[in-house]
């Protein structure tokens, strides 16, 4: 056993440890901080995250004996702090968290790109997140979070930020803590700004690490490429009918809506439509109901629409741009390539991990193809399609199945 001396969150404390435990162990059991969460306690997921000297660490690989004379943070010990208490504001507003399991980790690692990344864009947050796993959010609301606070910053300059900045370009960053008199005035002194010295704001602006991916990155824990904001899912079908006949049914958005199972159309015009889609998935049903613009190339044969919508019982919302091409594959026969790029947030955003949402995209892009064939073949067929439930089994089964074929070859 070993008697160790460190400083948490401010307060200086005395403690026996064992060699062998870590420091996830020690600030929970021990110093009954249980505020730092333990999940793989192999150094991959980050929800222990906790700032030692001022820079994140995980804290389950960090033997609480190599703490000794150290100074740690965890999400305890962030009352004051400037950018906490913005992103705090940010992770609320942006729906970015849902159990909280990853949020201490997430929001010292957030902290951490505030300070050194201050013109940080959303591939290089993503890249930065990627050692903090959250299985609930599909990450765009934390991403939009801390976009949102750098932009503020970048907006609207903060002192005690910058000097945070300073002081950590200086190597001497920490968490600004109160004092227990400081605390009972209402007043937060700010040690960094003794620090400061000559430090222009300007020399603070750490430059950018060199992009690591090129225009493409990958979502934490999937294989979904993100490409500018959100992810895209790309499928096609073919109709047995003329590149025409098509283009001129699917110009029809009624006619369109009467082959998309759960949709309907409440309003028109030319350049807008709105209305509302029912989805089942396994247990989970939602009806999205919201708007979309849409244009149209008719040389081209191209249709983008440009959706928002919301569930009104979870409160998930999402945004999407579908874009359709038609290709007359022959005389009588037409492919329809279709393109999601989508964002979703709030409780349905789960679904965005592990290719869930591609398949079930790719399943109702399936459907929609041999409903418009049957349309087209039975003009007189009026009745809508009702929302078809799809088994989430069967989804995972499937997405597998994909796996197993692209290691071994389709064959
Ligand atoms: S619990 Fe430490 S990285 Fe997962
Ligand atoms: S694991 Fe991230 S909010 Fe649940």
Same mark, same amino acid.
């Given at each position: 056993m070993n008697i160790i001396t460190l400083t948490v969150n401010g307060q200086s404390i005395q403690k026996t440890v064992s060699d062998r435990t870590h420091l996830g162990d020690f600030l929970r059991d021990?110093?009954?901080?249980? %505020?730092t969460h333990l999940g793989?306690?192999? %150094?991959?997921?980050?929800?222990?995250t906790v700032l030692l000297d001022g820079e994140p660490v995980r804290a389950c690989i960090t /033997?609480?004996?190599?703490?000794?004379g150290r100074s740690i943070t965890t999400?305890? &010990? /962030?009352?004051?702090d400037p950018v906490m208490s913005r992103l705090r504001v940010a992770f609320q507003a942006h729906h970015? #968290?849902?159990?909280?399991?990853?949020t201490p980790g997430m929001l010292a690692t957030a902290r951490d790109i505030i300070l050194r990344l201050p013109q940080a864009d959303e591939q290089r947050v993503r890249i930065e997140l990627a050692g903090n796993l959250c299985?609930?959010? %599909?990450?765009m609301g934390i991403v939009s979070a801390i976009l949102a606070v750098l932009q503020d910053l970048r907006d609207h300059p903060d002192a005690q930020v910058q000097a945070l900045r300073v002081a950590m370009a200086k190597g001497m960053t920490k968490p600004v803590v109160m004092s227990e008199a400081e605390a009972a005035q209402g007043f937060t002194s700010f040690e960094a700004k003794r620090e #400061? &010295?000559?430090?222009?704001e300007a020399s603070a602006q750490m430059p950018l690490r060199p992009?690591?991916? &090129?225009g493409v990155s990958e979502t934490q824990g999937g294989s979904q490429q993100v490409q500018q904001k959100g992810t895209k899912v790309n499928a096609s079908f073919d109709v047995p009918f003329g590149v025409d006949a098509v283009w001129s049914f699917m110009s029809d958005l009624k006619a369109v809506a009467s082959c998309l199972p759960g949709a309907q159309i409440e309003s028109e015009t030319p350049e807008q439509v709105a209305g509302k889609i029912a989805i089942k998935f396994g247990p989970m049903s939602a009806i999205f109901k919201g708007s979309a613009t849409i244009s149209r190339d008719a040389a081209q044969r191209v249709a983008v629409l440009k959706g928002v919508g919301q569930d009104s019982v979870s409160q998930s919302r999402a945004t999407g741009d579908v874009r359709y091409q038609l290709e007359a594959s022959s005389a009588s026969s037409t492919r329809v390539a279709v393109e999601l790029l989508y964002t979703l947030q709030g409780p #349905?955003?789960?679904?965005?991990?592990?290719g869930l949402v591609q398949e079930f995209v790719r399943r109702m892009v399936a459907d929609f193809g041999k409903n418009v064939s049957q349309r087209l073949a039975h003009?007189?067929?009026?009745a809508p399609p009702q929302a078809k439930a799809i088994h989430p089994v069967t989804v995972m089964l499937s997405i597998i199945w994909q796996k197993i074929k692209s290691v071994f070859g389709s064959r």
């Open positions: 021990t110093v009954q901080l249980t %505020g793989c306690e192999h %150094g991959v997921c980050g929800a222990c /033997y609480a004996v190599a703490c000794e999400i305890e &010990g /962030y009352d004051s970015a #968290l849902q159990c909280g399991y990853c299985r609930c959010t %599909g990450y #400061l &010295g000559q430090i222009s992009a690591i991916i &090129g #349905l955003a789960q679904f965005s991990r592990s003009p007189e067929t009026i």
